[in-house]
Structure formats: C-alpha cells, structure tokens
C-alpha cells in the first residue's frame, strides 16, 4: 500500500511542476502570437483588432491550434 501511495504522490508532484514550467510559457506564446498579428495587420495598413486581455484557460484551450 506503502509504494501505491509513493508512487500516486510522486506523479502528482511532477504533473504539478510541469504545470508551474509550462503554464507562464504557454500563457506568454499565445500572448506573443496575437502581438504578432496586431504588428503584420499594421504592416498592411488595416486597422488592428483591439488588444484584449488573455486567459490562461483561453491560452491553453487555443494552443497547438493554427493561428
């Protein structure tokens, strides 16, 4: 019982610091991304879509999508 429980512990641990090491640099590359297109519509003279705060559920739900 003792190895059951070392063993669900110590993936909680790690599923927990890969959340805290992947999260900020997920939530920052979707914010990079819609810089990203507000700059290229500017390039071509059309008006950008206002800027708009970000989620981190919005940032993780939208990512591996393409742009």
């Avoid at 640099?25 to 008006?47: I, P």
């Avoid at 879509?49 to 739900?61: H, K, M, Q, S, Y």
């Amino acid at each position: 019982m003792n190895a059951i429980l070392d063993y669900t512990v110590g993936t909680l641990v790690l599923l927990f610091m890969a959340a805290i090491l992947v999260g900020p640099a997920l939530y920052f590359d979707r914010r990079e991304r819609a810089v990203d297109r507000r700059l290229k519509a500017a390039e071509r003279g059309e008006s950008p879509a206002p800027a708009r705060e970000v989620t981190v559920r919005e940032a993780l739900g939208g990512y591996g999508r393409a742009a």
